[in-house]
């Protein structure tokens, strides 16, 4: 262009020819497409994270059904075991292996927006400070860490967990990428995206948002690594240093909010992340205060067992059965209707798969409330696509319970359910 900008441009010429059919002329019409082009870009790379998302998401689902096996059984077989036995140190080493693979299989599903997601009305103030003191000890005194909060900041509604992975996993990759030392920013503001920004900025929504940022002073990347940074198993760590899913799950928690994420980042200058959440009309809420976990709680009640993978069924079945409950089990959605219709002044609560052959979790929870609307349903899931709701997110009715569980964590959450809680 005149001004020295470089630019995409269309450009069509036509001849201009006499009576005789002799080119006299030419006639040339140029256009400007270089947000066009952008444009299609970013479409073809949205589609490619899809499909990578959605081949990431079905092969976690499947991960998630054999790792409740192995650390369901794991945990039964230590129990059992005297801690001076040879295979006792063997038996723990594979659980703590177990869990670093179901974190792994967390990451999957963040990125391909699998997980469910509990959200709450929150500031986003409260969830950085809550944060600060695990983040100082992660990325080491010889870097400082610098927090600018935002004055009167609106609610977002989010799942403070998912919010604290993304601000834990931004802030070691800062750390990362200043080995010698250096600083980290957060910053947290509200702001207004017109439609102006937009037109510079496609991949931009209009409305008002609550900005969180991450900056640091590190190395910075070029324009070539900046393209690449939320592609999945991509990597600038060396081997064995990195399972290249950091940023690929901060994209997709991210969109799984409806949010948005731009990086800006110069070489030798450092990188600053900048995620936009939108407003919450709602006010803030609270968690509730901390509960002991010395003693795994059991009951007496019935209990209907709803899981169409065998080995997940029987497995929950011992982790009920050993806490003093009754259990009917059912391997589909019609059998646990079956099972409920001749049952049903019997079960205290209905523990269902979200997905299941013949009928989801969802359609003998709504043939439960029919007939019996006191009865209590907890739903299971590694992820509930379609079942919950379209966008994946727990509405506040639901009771869920996220595998691979732990036979602590299904039989607190039992009880909280059977107790109301």
Sequence with gaps: ?????HYTEEATISPVRDASGVTINYVAVKRDITREVKLEAQFQQ????????????????????????????????LDVMEPESSAYDSVREMLKASHRATTLVRQLLAFSRRQVMEMKNVDLNDVVSDLLKMIRRVIGEHITLNVLVGHKLGRVRVDPGQIEQILMNLCVNARDAMPEGGAITIETENVQIGDEYCETHPWVKPGW????????TGC???????????????????????????????????KQHEGMIDVYSEVGKGTTFKIYLPHSEHSAETEGGDRSESSVPGGTE????????????????????????????????????????????????????????????QAVSEHIGKTHPETRVLFASGYSMNVINANIMLDKSLALIQKPYRRDVLLRKVRDVLDGK
Aim: net charge negative; aromatic share 8%.
């Design 1 to 5: 262009k005149k001004d020295g900008t």
């Design 46 to 77: 949205a589609q490619k994270m899809e499909a990578v998302g959605q081949l990431a998401g079905g092969v976690a689902h499947d991960f998630n059904n054999l790792l409740q096996v192995i650390l369901g059984y794991g945990e039964l077989a």
């Design 209 to 216: 948002y609550v900005l969180l940022s991450v900056s640091d």
């Design 220 to 254: 910075g990347m070029d324009e070539k690594t900046r393209a690449n940074i939320f592609e999945p198993f991509f990597t600038t760590k060396g081997v064995g240093e990195g399972t290249g899913l950091g940023l690929s799950t901060v994209y997709g928690l991210v």
């Design 302 to 361: 019935t209990i209907l067992l709803a899981e169409d993978e065998e080995t997940i069924r029987e497995l929950s079945r011992v982790f009920l059965e050993s806490a003093g409950y009754t259990v009917l089990t059912a391997r589909d959605g019609e059998e646990a209707i079956r099972v409920f219709d001749e049952h049903a002044d019997d079960i205290d609560l209905a523990l269902l798969d979200a997905i299941m052959p013949k009928l989801g979790g």
